[in-house]
């Protein structure tokens, strides 16, 4: 097989149409994840919202053209993210902002894909995120981390067939905008347990209280909720 043969295969493949999800689909996995992120599989699962959280600081950091040193993924699902450049400034606030409100957004973004018949595009689209956040690990855990994350993505989006693939899809952007609310959620508690956290180095570089981080990190979180569950639930008023 020729490289331009495997190229259309792999953009056969990002292109292919998956069916939208009907109800049965949407209850059965928002019952699931949900499930799983209420019972003690949530630290390992946490895992998924921490790449995603710095992929954001990340992003953030480029976008705003500070240079990105590297991401680091820690056992107790912890992260840190470097960036050089001002230290303060709307560059570092950005950047600092962009990690708890990053899974919320990638989660409306699959569920957008996945309503519109394009799971596999929102699949493919998160191998190449971790492909992004893997050039960019600077340890072990952190390698391992991602590398497992990418093998499942990679499986599901390579061999499953269509009907599954939106069903993984649906999982995944139900995962990231529950987790993401969740995460958002116990911050506060985080912060007593010791370490200094986005929201503590906002409050630093603004001089807005912490407070108010907190509560803008939650209603992120609960924007993404409510943005994907109207995308998910809309098509089936037409069904």
Same mark, same amino acid.
């Given at each position: 097989?020729?490289?331009?043969?495997?190229?259309?295969?792999?953009?056969?493949?990002?292109?292919?149409?998956?069916?939208?999800?009907?109800?049965?689909?949407?209850?059965?996995?928002?019952?699931?994840?949900?499930?799983?992120?209420?019972?003690?599989?949530?630290?390992? /699962?946490?895992?998924?919202?921490?790449?995603?959280?710095?992929?954001?600081?990340?992003?953030?950091?480029?976008?705003?053209?500070?240079?990105?040193?590297? #991401?680091?993924?820690?056992?107790?699902?912890?992260?840190?993210?470097?960036?050089?450049?001002?230290?303060?400034?709307?560059?570092?606030?950005?950047?600092?902002?962009?990690?708890?409100?990053?899974?919320?957004?990638?989660?409306?973004?699959?569920?957008?894909?996945?309503?519109?018949?394009?799971?596999?595009?929102?699949?493919?689209?998160?191998?190449?995120?971790?492909?992004?956040?893997?050039?960019?690990?600077?340890?072990?855990?952190? /390698?391992?981390?991602?590398?497992?994350?990418?093998?499942?993505?990679?499986?599901?989006?390579?061999?499953?067939?269509?009907?599954?693939?939106?069903?993984?899809?649906?999982?995944?952007?139900?995962?990231?905008?529950?987790?993401?609310?969740?995460?958002?959620?116990?911050?506060?508690?985080?912060?007593?347990?010791?370490?200094?956290?986005?929201?503590?180095?906002?409050?630093?570089?603004?001089? #807005?209280?912490?407070?108010?981080?907190?509560?803008?990190?939650?209603?992120?979180?609960?924007?993404?909720?409510?943005?994907?569950?109207?995308?998910?639930?809309?098509?089936?008023?037409?069904?």
């Amino acid at each position: 097989m020729t490289a331009n043969e495997v190229a259309a295969l792999i953009w056969q493949r990002v292109v292919a149409p998956s069916p939208s999800p009907a109800a049965l689909d949407l209850v059965a996995v928002v019952v699931v994840v949900g499930a799983l992120l209420l019972l003690p599989t949530w630290p390992r /699962l946490r895992h998924a919202i921490t790449i995603v959280h710095e992929a954001g600081h990340g992003f953030a950091a480029t976008l705003t053209r500070r240079r990105l040193a590297g #991401i680091r993924l820690h056992s107790d699902t912890s992260g840190l993210t470097v960036s050089v450049g001002r230290p303060r400034g709307p560059g570092m606030v950005l950047t600092l902002l962009a990690g708890y409100p990053a899974p919320s957004a990638a989660g409306v973004l699959i569920a957008w894909a996945v309503s519109a018949g394009h799971a596999a595009l929102a699949l493919w689209g998160a191998l190449v995120l971790l492909l992004l956040v893997l050039v960019q690990i600077r340890n072990w855990f952190g /390698l391992w981390s991602v590398l497992v994350a990418g093998v499942l993505v990679g499986a599901v989006t390579w061999f499953a067939d269509p009907a599954w693939r939106m069903r993984a899809a649906l999982a995944l952007a139900v995962l990231l905008v529950l987790g993401g609310l969740r995460a958002a959620v116990e911050l506060p508690g985080a912060r007593s347990s010791g370490g200094v956290s986005d929201a503590d180095q906002l409050a630093r570089v603004t001089w #807005i209280p912490v407070g108010v981080w907190l509560l803008a990190f939650v209603l992120a979180g609960l924007a993404g909720v409510a943005g994907a569950g109207a995308l998910l639930v809309a098509p089936l008023s037409v069904l």
